[in-house]
């Protein structure tokens, strides 16, 4: 007969099934968003995400990544209420879901929100500069869902919304980075980086164009600099997990330097070649490429499961980054059948993520021993 399981076990799975239902919101988002992606270019999905065609950005971005985010900020804070966070934020996804066009953004602005409280109260317990990079991240999201919910198209909250996503990474990266800590010449150029993107959200609209182009400059510059100084440039010589997560961040940066030069070059004008071939290779590109890297380090903090380095981790990172390529080259030409196609190998790179992951899951439980 097995033996019980140890308090401090049972503890550590109590908390991860307390956690899981949360985290499996964001994740029907993210069918929904990939879905309704899907679907605006001419694919057959379920009706559910095909209805939702209009909200592809919104889901991935605010019903997604909103829920990840919060709830990995949730662990930190380590208090019942900062969980509403991503419970908000997921019940804007059933809103979106169910036709509720007025609800989604008003509960995705109540996530959001108190993601920023829950940051804040991290900032004020830890005062970093990396912590203050993540307060203006989530303030970010705030502000732009905040445009939405007020009537204001999806397209002028992307720009806070990509802030959002690209801040929070870089706040990350600039933790990590105590492990090789940047000059102080260095940390100020950081912070003249970020003032630089601040000013190209907020500058008057009397600027046009030329505010959002501004941000472009600085996302080409926050990617010189992630270049620079992440110690991903060192670990990418090591082997098994520790160089799969370089050679993630390292593509990611480079999608980066790419998706805002696009934009300091052509703005990001709604409907255009420069914006689906900017967010793209910014959210597929950069974004999904840290996810991909940070993944096997986030899942065991929040779930409180293993996951054990698998050479298959790269087989869905090579077909995600080759899905960017093939967007960026069908824009560029205006061919529809190569963005079509894209974005189903994108889809399948996603799919075969999460496969992998649950491949590496269930790889430790059947090693671990049972006990006599």
Same mark, same amino acid.
């Given at each position: 007969?097995?033996?019980?399981?140890?308090?401090?076990?049972?503890?550590?799975?109590?908390?991860?099934?307390?956690?899981?239902?949360?985290?499996?919101?964001?994740?029907?988002?993210?069918?929904?968003?990939?879905?309704?992606?899907?679907?605006?270019?001419?694919?057959?999905?379920?009706?559910?995400?095909?209805?939702?065609?209009?909200?592809?950005?919104?889901?991935?971005?605010?019903?997604?990544?909103?829920?990840?985010?919060?709830?990995?900020?949730?662990?930190?804070?380590?208090?019942?209420?900062?969980?509403?966070?991503?419970?908000?934020?997921?019940?804007?996804?059933?809103?979106?879901?169910?036709?509720?066009?007025?609800?989604?953004?008003?509960?995705?602005?109540?996530?959001?929100?108190?993601?920023?409280?829950?940051?804040?109260?991290?900032?004020? @317990?830890?005062?970093?500069?990396?912590?203050?990079?993540?307060?203006?991240?989530?303030?970010?999201?705030?502000?732009?869902?905040?445009?939405?919910?007020?009537?204001?198209?999806?397209?002028?909250?992307?720009?806070?919304?990509?802030?959002?996503?690209?801040?929070?990474?870089?706040?990350?990266?600039?933790?990590?980075?105590?492990?090789?800590?940047?000059?102080?010449?260095?940390?100020?150029?950081?912070?003249?980086?970020?003032?630089?993107?601040?000013?190209?959200?907020?500058?008057?609209?009397?600027?046009?164009?030329?505010?959002?182009?501004?941000?472009?400059?600085?996302?080409?510059?926050?990617?010189?600099?992630?270049?620079?100084?992440?110690?991903?440039?060192?670990?990418?010589?090591?082997?098994?997990?520790?160089?799969?997560?370089?050679?993630?961040?390292?593509?990611?940066?480079?999608?980066?330097?790419?998706?805002?030069?696009?934009?300091?070059?052509?703005?990001?004008?709604?409907?255009?070649?420069?914006?689906?071939?900017?967010?793209?290779?910014?959210?597929?590109?950069?974004?999904?490429?840290?996810?991909?890297?940070?993944?096997?380090?986030?899942?065991?903090?929040?779930? @409180?499961?293993?996951?054990?380095?698998?050479?298959?981790?790269?087989?869905?990172?090579?077909?995600?980054?080759?899905?960017?390529?093939?967007?960026?080259?069908?824009?560029?030409?205006?061919?529809?059948?190569?963005?079509?196609?894209?974005?189903?190998?994108?889809?399948?790179?996603?799919?075969?993520?999460?496969?992998?992951?649950?491949?590496?899951?269930?790889?430790?439980?059947?090693?671990?021993?049972?006990?006599?």
């Amino acid at each position: 007969m097995s033996a019980a399981a140890p308090p401090a076990d049972a503890a550590r799975r109590r908390v991860a099934w307390e956690r899981l239902p949360l985290l499996v919101l964001g994740f029907v988002a993210l069918a929904a968003g990939v879905g309704a992606g899907l679907a605006r270019l001419g694919w057959r999905v379920p009706e559910a995400a095909a209805a939702a065609a209009a909200l592809h950005g919104p889901l991935m971005v605010c019903g997604f990544f909103g829920v990840v985010i919060s709830l990995e900020r949730a662990v930190a804070v380590g208090r019942a209420w900062a969980y509403a966070a991503p419970l908000a934020a997921g019940l804007g996804t059933a809103a979106a879901m169910h036709g509720a066009a007025a609800a989604t953004s008003w509960l995705y602005l109540a996530g959001s929100a108190l993601l920023l409280v829950a940051s804040l109260v991290v900032l004020y @317990r830890q005062r970093e500069g990396f912590t203050l990079v993540i307060a203006l991240a989530a303030a970010c999201w705030t502000l732009g869902t905040l445009h939405w919910a007020l009537g204001s198209p999806v397209h002028e909250a992307v720009p806070w919304w990509l802030a959002f996503l690209v801040f929070t990474i870089a706040g990350e990266r600039l933790e990590l980075s105590r492990f090789m800590p940047p000059s102080p010449g260095a940390r100020r150029l950081f912070a003249g980086v970020a003032a630089l993107a601040g000013a190209g959200l907020v500058l008057p609209a009397s600027w046009g164009a030329w505010g959002v182009r501004v941000f472009g400059i600085a996302l080409v510059a926050l990617a010189a600099w992630l270049l620079r100084h992440d110690i991903a440039r060192r670990t990418v010589r090591q082997r098994g997990l520790t160089r799969y997560i370089a050679a993630c961040l390292l593509a990611g940066y480079a999608w980066l330097a790419l998706g805002g030069a696009v934009i300091a070059a052509a703005g990001l004008a709604p409907g255009g070649v420069a914006y689906d071939v900017a967010l793209h290779a910014l959210l597929l590109g950069f974004v999904f490429s840290m996810v991909f890297g940070h993944a096997p380090i986030i899942f065991p903090a929040v779930l @409180r499961v293993a996951v054990p380095y698998d050479a298959l981790f790269y087989a869905p990172l090579v077909l995600l980054h080759a899905s960017v390529v093939l967007r960026v080259a069908g824009g560029a030409a205006g061919e529809f059948d190569l963005r079509r196609w894209s974005a189903m190998l994108s889809a399948l790179a996603l799919l075969g993520f999460i496969g992998v992951m649950l491949r590496a899951v269930r790889s430790t439980r059947k090693r671990r021993p049972a006990a006599g």
